[in-house]
């Protein structure tokens, strides 16, 4: 029996593999924190793609004419398959430069894939032209934390202190669907008398567990957020000695939401005035007993071209009470990916290099440069962000070859129908992947890999616990580690520095590279991580000693911001926020609100829940209210189209009485959702609009 930890969502909840014979048997792992022993169906249906027909176990290669016209995937010897990868990146690097070349990431790699992914782009290809999926996850949350709080880690505490809020605020969540086991806290809190709100435009599961409901139009959070911190304001109960002591920017504030009187946010958002001052009256007199007050945010109110907005006005309304920084109270982004907040702290983002250390920052390149024994001149600099760099592929100027580990883009991305296009653009595309993904299918090589009961390798859970999953069963003849596959590249295309398959060896390596930095791992070790149940970053080697030497091994981190912020100073800023809107409004061609989400029994592009007989597999589908059901002349099960500017797709109609009358919602776990959300793009974090466009439907 092996511990490890859950393939899918950022909870990792913990679990025992059992091999028996040929067959994988999940489970539980009752002393693991996080889950206590509960799995959702997806956990314990996890060991489904073992011996699954459908996965990869040798290279593929599509042959091209002297034409350009390309034949079908055949099967290849890993040397043919990576000959040909390296000879073909070698070319286009000789005739256009390095940042011809591009890699795209994902946010479900371990840290040690995704930190020799980063190092893989910056030294052996010489390219700044890396970014990965999980700028779609919660980089809205990253921007605002980093200017707001001075350090992004999704939750500052322990996901267990959520049972010891009095209000727990969950914005843009659907915590019970998407992370059912962390469902039991809000019953736990519940239960000791405490109050949950959720903000959603759908009446969810998670909805169904709250004490109040609050269903925004879509796109309109960031109003809502004003005119809660517009009544704590008018009712005077603002922490003044906490905001004093421990910020700075908030008459600027102050002043900003002067116009937001619940009327107003009435106007914006579709939420009864009655409702708005519910909120903040529950608020107001939790802080003012005493009470902890704790807001969460997830990709419901983040993934909008105004989403790091949203967030910077709910760290306000946190900041103003006084809350952040006290166990079961402040601010915290619940992340969606398995490794999303250590997918972006080691390498993976273009404006990063390992210990979430600024590409641009002098010091930061001489040190990871140092670490990996080249010049810090030989680092290139800030490349373009995930969308932004799809929309690049095969353009004068853009990217002619792509490299993709763990990613379904086909699926995944914004405006999926253009991303498509300039994928089919490239010169050439490579998909690292388990199975034939929709990406995988149109790749000019694939390239088959271990999945994550066949590795070892460590990921950072929403908490910034950082976990091991370890190695449970053999792979299957044929098929190589990322790693391995990283290390081969490298090598063949004269990387200047050897490259690591062992991944412990890796790891000691990150964490030397990290040494220093916001997200310092250099005191965690896969020894600490077994013996510990994960250790939290930040986590420096050691302590320091009063005399300022080296002292005791460092314990951890669990909760931040006790006694300072990450700024210089110790503060957190207050930031004015403006109101904007969603990038598309409803018009006469397109008069309804699209949202998009995830369904219980999948998981992100699900290239892999899909393929698992153990989950439910409905297909896609349109969920609408009755009334508008009604105006369309429609019924439960009857094919609906729904068209947005940029496409169209066919699904069974779902009428429920849990969603607006004037918003639809669509799954995005198969091919369609994405061909019609937005790519208008947050200024700041660059996330894509992914919850609210402009829509039209038809039966």
């Not at 690049?392 to 883009?409: D, E, F, Q, W, Y």
């Not at 091991?468 to 063949?492: K, N, S």
Request: include cysteine.
């Amino acid at each position: 029996m092996t511990t490890s930890h859950c393939p899918y969502c950022s909870l990792q909840c913990g679990m025992t593999l059992t091999r028996e014979g040929r067959s994988l048997t999940v489970g539980p792992w009752e002393s693991f924190p996080v889950n206590e022993g509960a799995l959702c169906r997806k956990g314990w249906t996890s060991a489904g793609l073992r011996g699954h027909r459908e996965r990869l176990t040798t290279p593929l290669v599509r042959d091209r004419a002297a034409d350009g016209t390309r034949g079908e995937l055949r099967p290849a010897t890993w040397d043919e398959a990576l000959d040909l990868v390296a000879a073909r990146l070698t070319a286009i690097r000789a005739e256009d430069g390095p940042d011809a070349v591009a890699v795209f990431g994902a946010g479900g790699l371990t840290n040690e894939k995704g930190y020799q992914l980063g190092k893989l782009a910056r030294v052996a290809l010489g390219t700044s032209q890396i970014d990965y999926n999980g700028r779609w996850c919660m980089s809205s949350a990253a921007s605002a934390g980093l200017r707001a709080l001075g350090l992004d880690r999704g939750l500052p505490f322990p996901l267990a202190d959520v049972e010891r809020a009095d209000v727990l605020v969950l914005a843009g969540s659907n915590l019970a669907e998407t992370a059912p086991p962390a469902a039991r806290h809000l019953d736990r809190l519940r239960e000791r008398g405490g109050r949950v709100v959720v903000v959603d435009p759908r009446r969810t599961p998670t909805a169904d567990r709250a004490d109040l409901h609050l269903a925004p139009v879509p796109g309109t959070d960031l109003a809502l957020a004003l005119g809660v911190l517009h009544l704590v304001v008018a009712a005077g109960a603002v922490d003044e000695d906490y905001v004093a002591a421990r910020t700075s920017g908030f008459e600027a504030v102050r002043r900003s939401v002067t116009s937001w009187w619940p009327e107003q946010v009435e106007r914006v958002t579709g939420i009864a005035a009655a409702e708005v001052r519910a909120l903040a009256d529950l608020l107001i007199a939790t802080a003012a007993r005493g009470g902890r007050v704790m807001v969460l945010t997830a990709r419901g109110v983040e993934q909008h071209s105004q989403g790091s907005d949203t967030v910077l006005a709910w760290i306000n309304v946190a900041l103003a009470l006084g809350m952040p920084g006290r166990e079961g109270a402040g601010y915290g982004c619940l992340t969606g990916q398995g490794n999303g907040q250590g997918g972006r702290e080691h390498g993976q983002k273009a404006d990063q290099l390992p210990g979430y250390r600024l590409i641009t920052d002098p010091a930061a390149r001489a040190h990871v440069a140092g670490v990996w024994g080249v010049h810090p001149d030989s680092l290139p600099g800030k490349g373009r962000s995930a969308y932004e760099l799809l929309e690049a592929l095969g353009t004068p100027g853009g990217p002619r070859a792509l490299l993709v580990h763990g990613s379904n883009i086909v699926v995944s991305a914004p405006n999926a129908t253009h991303v498509t296009e300039r994928l089919a653009a490239l010169d050439l595309l490579v998909v690292a992947d388990l199975v034939l993904s929709e990406t995988a299918a149109i790749a000019d090589v694939v390239l088959p890999v271990t999945q994550w009961a066949e590795e070892t390798g460590t990921m950072t859970n929403l908490e910034g616990r950082v976990v091991l999953r370890q190695r449970a069963v053999t792979p299957p003849a044929g098929v190589r580690t990322d790693l391995e596959v990283i290390a081969a590249l490298a090598e063949r295309l004269g990387s200047p520095v050897p490259f690591a398959t062992d991944p412990e060896e890796v790891f000691a390596e990150l964490g030397r590279a990290s040494a220093g930095g916001p997200a310092d791992y250099s005191g965690i070790t896969y020894d600490r991580i077994r013996a510990e149940h994960g250790v939290f970053w930040p986590c420096p080697a050691t302590d320091a000693a009063p005399d300022g030497t080296a002292g005791a091994p460092h314990p951890g981190t669990p909760r931040l911001f006790a006694e300072r912020f990450g700024h210089p100073d110790g503060r957190a800023r207050f930031l004015v926020t403006e109101f904007r809107g969603a990038a598309e409004q409803p018009c006469a061609d397109f008069p309804l609100h699209l949202t998009t989400g995830r369904v219980l029994g999948q998981y992100q592009s699900g290239a892999q829940t899909r393929r698992v007989a153990g989950l439910p597999d409905t297909g896609p589908f349109v969920e609408l209210h009755p009334q508008l059901a009604r105006r369309l002349g429609t019924a439960d099960g009857e094919l609906l189209t729904v068209r947005t500017r940029r496409g169209a797709m066919r699904a069974p109609a779902r009428v429920v009485e849990t969603i607006r009358p004037d918003t639809v919602f669509v799954p995005f776990h198969w091919v369609g959702a994405n061909r019609l959300t937005n790519d208008a793009l947050d200024p700041a974090s660059r996330m894509p609009e992914f919850k609210v466009c402009a829509a039209a439907v038809s039966a």
